[in-house]
C-alpha cells in the first residue's frame, strides 16, 4: 500500500472515529437528561400534595429551584449541578445521592437525609437544615449562614461499630451558622471556618478540627 493511500485511510479512519464520539456523547447526553423541570412539575401535580419518587434517576444540571419537593425520595439520584435553590426539601431522602455541586442556597431543608451522600462543592448557604441528618463526605462544602439546629452531622456512640459513621467534611464553610444543639461527634471538619458560628449546646466530642478556624460567635 503507498503512503498516499495510508494517509487517506488514516484521515477517513480519523472523520469516522469523530463522527462516533459524537454520536457517543449526544446518546450519553439523551440518557442523563430521564427528566425534565416540566416532567418533574407534572409529576408533582399528579401526587397532589404527596411526596414523589425520584429514586435512581440522573437529573444532572437540571434546574428545580423553588419547587415544592417535600418528602421527595431522591435515593441513590445523580443531581450533580443541579439547582435546588428555595426549594421546599424538608423530610426529602438523598440517601447515597451524588449532591456534587449542587445549589441548595436558601432551601428548606429540615429533617432531610443525607446519608452517604457525596457533597463536594454542594452549596448550602442560607439553607435551613435543622433536625437534618448530614452522614456524607465532601470537600470545600458551602453551610455559610445555614441553620444546623439539632442537625445531625456526627456518629452516635450507642450505635457504632469499629470505625464511626460521620460526616466528613474537610474545608467546609460554617461562617455565621447556627450550629445550636448540633452533634458533630467524631465528624472530620480538617480546615473548616467557623467565624461568627453559633454553637450553643453543639457537641463537638472526637471531632477531628486540625487546621480549623474557630473564631467563633457564641
Known amino acids: ?112 437525609m443525607l446519608y452517604a451522600a457525596l457533597l463536594d462543592g454542594a452549596n448550602f448557604t442560607g439553607a435551613d437544615l435543622t433536625d437534618s441528618r448530614i452522614i456524607g463526605g465532601g470537600k470545600g462544602v458551602n453551610f455559610r449562614n445555614a441553620k444546623l439546629i439539632g442537625a445531625d452531622l456526627g456518629a452516635d456512640p450507642a450505635n457504632q461499630g469499629m470505625v464511626p459513621v460521620r460526616a466528613e467534611l474537610p474545608d467546609a464553610n460554617f461562617d455565621g451558622a447556627d450550629l445550636t444543639r448540633a452533634n458533630l461527634t467524631h465528624a472530620v471538619l480538617t480546615g473548616a471556618t467557623f467565624t461568627g458560628a453559633v454553637v450553643t449546646g453543639a457537641r463537638f466530642d472526637y471531632a477531628v478540627l486540625d487546621g480549623s478556624n474557630l473564631s467563633l460567635g457564641r
Do not use: C, W, Y
Not at 400534595?49 to 437529573?59: C, E, R, S
Open 1 to 112: 500500500m503507498s503512503l498516499v493511500n495510508r494517509k487517506r485511510i488514516s484521515r477517513r479512519f480519523s472523520r469516522v472515529a469523530g463522527a462516533i464520539l459524537v454520536v457517543a456523547a449526544a446518546a450519553q447526553a439523551v440518557v442523563a437528561a430521564e427528566l425534565s423541570r416540566a416532567q418533574i412539575e407534572e409529576r408533582l401535580a399528579e401526587a397532589r400534595g404527596k411526596p414523589i419518587d425520584l429514586a435512581n434517576l440522573d437529573l444532572s444540571g437540571l434546574d428545580l429551584s423553588r419547587l415544592d419537593l417535600h418528602g421527595a425520595d431522591f435515593f441513590s439520584a445523580r443531581l450533580a449541578g443541579a439547582k435546588l435553590a428555595k426549594a421546599d426539601l424538608s423530610g426529602a431522602n438523598f440517601t447515597r445521592s451524588d449532591l456534587e455541586n449542587v445549589d441548595f442556597s436558601g432551601a428548606v431543608m429540615k429533617t432531610a
